[in-house]
């Protein structure tokens, strides 16, 4: 019988990988699999907002462009000063925004341009409950054409969800100890940890300025931050 080199070759190597992959396989199946547990943390913290924020526009109409930003920058310079003297630092206070718009009315269905509408919009941040009410009418009598609802909110938002995720990230791992105890066994180490949360706006509307006559109701209350988060240990 005559048999081919080549043909032997061939099916000598067939016949090795076919081998080290049944040998690859047994192996495989005698490593048991990970364990592993996955559990949802969660955590809520309340911060108290310790500033406000709200914007006062002043607007004059007219055919003088020149002469409503005269009338407007005075009017804008009374308001600032009137903040400064209520405790509010320059920094707290963005007073550059302005707009030039032609104003229009019609008759018989045609447009006809009679003059404009100057405007600035103050942008301001408090910190001081207790003078809001009273600030508010100020602005009023300063030449404030409106003021903006106000919203409570907190300086450092930012830092205050990162210590909810924190606690949350806690919450989780004790949830996954506990759930272990009964089963004797131990936690290792994290195999992934996802968050399932974001940071929101902390920001509340003041009450009314009718509301917030009396000091008595100047209060910021509480705002609840919610923290979520996954994550998967491994079992000792």
């Known amino acids: 019988m005559i048999f081919s080199f080549p043909r032997v070759a061939l099916v000598l190597c067939i016949w090795c990988v076919s081998s080290l992959a049944q040998a690859q396989v047994s192996q495989a199946q005698l490593i048991p699999p990970e364990r592993t547990i996955s559990v949802q943390g969660s955590a809520t913290i309340l911060v108290v907002p310790n500033q406000l924020e709200f914007s006062v526009s002043v607007q004059e109409r007219g055919e003088e462009t020149k002469y409503l930003q005269q009338q407007v920058q005075k009017k804008v310079a009374d308001i600032v000063y009137l903040l400064q003297q209520n405790g509010i630092n320059d920094r707290n206070i963005q007073s550059m925004e ?24 103050i942008y301001v941040t408090h910190n001081d409950f207790t003078v809001y009410s009273t600030l508010m009418q100020a602005l009023i009598k300063a030449g404030a054409t409106s003021i903006s609802p106000a919203q409570l909110t907190h300086s450092s938002p930012k830092q205050q969800y990162l210590d909810a995720l924190k606690l949350a990230v806690e919450d989780a791992k004790k949830r996954a100890l506990t759930m272990l105890e009964p089963l004797q066994a131990t936690l290792g180490d994290v195999l992934s940890i996802n968050e399932q949360s974001r940071q929101h706006p902390i920001a509340y509307r003041a009450k009314s300025m009718v509301m917030m006559e009396s000091a008595a109701v100047d209060l910021p209350g509480e705002k609840e931050i919610e923290a979520r988060v996954s994550v998967t240990f491994l079992v000792r």
């Open 98 to 121: 302005m707009s030039l718009q032609p104003h229009y009315e019609y008759d018989n269905g045609k447009r006809t341009q009679t003059d404009f509408i100057l405007a600035r919009t």
